[in-house]
């Protein structure tokens, strides 16, 4: 997986291209423990990666909370079909802010 | 049945790879759409995963072997290992309506599975455990 991410005041955007699996979603785990502090709003973008599996989804959860206990938030942009599908028969597109 | 081929493997999560690429490669054979495709790779990736983790005891080098084949639009793959006898599919589906806050942050895998294929039953048979899947693609 590939992640670009760009920093502007506090608010962080993150690109993902390619599959977010059990081996991949370490390294997004990774970069947000590095770039999270201080971050208000998190922008996660989905338009390259199309495949979140269950521990892409422990990673996406567990920063939801952190970004809740600092009050600030996190959307996930450009989401594409499976994507969706897997937030909707999970009850997180009820969670997480989807655009 | 159809022509059915088969990998086996060392239980490790570093074989990932391979168990998915095994999917692809008979998927994309068969014509498969990207949404079947992308959902049964999944659902093999979250039992695989399971079997790396919980089929063998610790230190204990043990073995995967996935088999699959698409007779009539429809593929088929069987997951099996050699490891204690346990079905992962007797876990209790987690609680979807439960807000962020109130949320575990695992235990989605099996009940994700169970979304995405058309079918998935576990069997206990000459002394391995066996997942099998079947999804229209």
């Known amino acids: 997986m590939k992640l670009t991410s760009k920093k502007n005041g506090n608010e962080l955007t993150v690109q993902l291209s390619g599959e977010m699996n059990t081996m991949t979603a370490p390294e997004l785990s990774a970069l947000l423990a590095k770039e999270l502090g201080g971050v208000k709003k998190l922008i996660l973008d989905f338009a390259e990666c199309d495949y979140v599996s269950s521990a892409g989804l422990r990673v996406l959860l567990a920063t939801f909370k952190q970004m809740s206990q600092a009050k600030g938030s996190m959307e996930l942009v450009n989401v594409g079909v499976n994507f969706r599908n897997v937030l909707k028969n999970t009850g997180l597109d009820a969670v997480f802010g989807i655009f | ?137």
């Open chain 2, 1 to 137: 049945m159809g022509e059915e081929s088969f990998l086996r493997i060392p239980a490790r999560l570093e074989g990932m790879d391979l168990i998915l690429s095994f999917v692809s490669y008979l998927l994309d054979a068969h014509g498969c759409t990207p949404q079947a495709r992308t959902q049964l790779r999944m659902a093999v990736e979250e039992l695989y995963v399971n079997v790396t983790l919980y089929a063998y005891p610790s230190g204990e080098e043990g073995w995967a072997e996935i088999r699959g084949c698409v007779e009539n639009g429809t593929a088929t793959f069987r997951l099996i290992d050699g490891g204690v006898p346990f079905n992962p599919l007797e876990k209790e589906d987690p609680d979807i309506m439960l807000s962020g806050e109130e949320r575990g942050i695992g235990g989605l895998g099996i009940y994700m599975v169970k979304t995405m294929v058309d079918e998935v039953e576990y069997e206990y048979r000459d002394g391995c455990n066996q997942l099998l899947l079947k999804r229209k693609i």
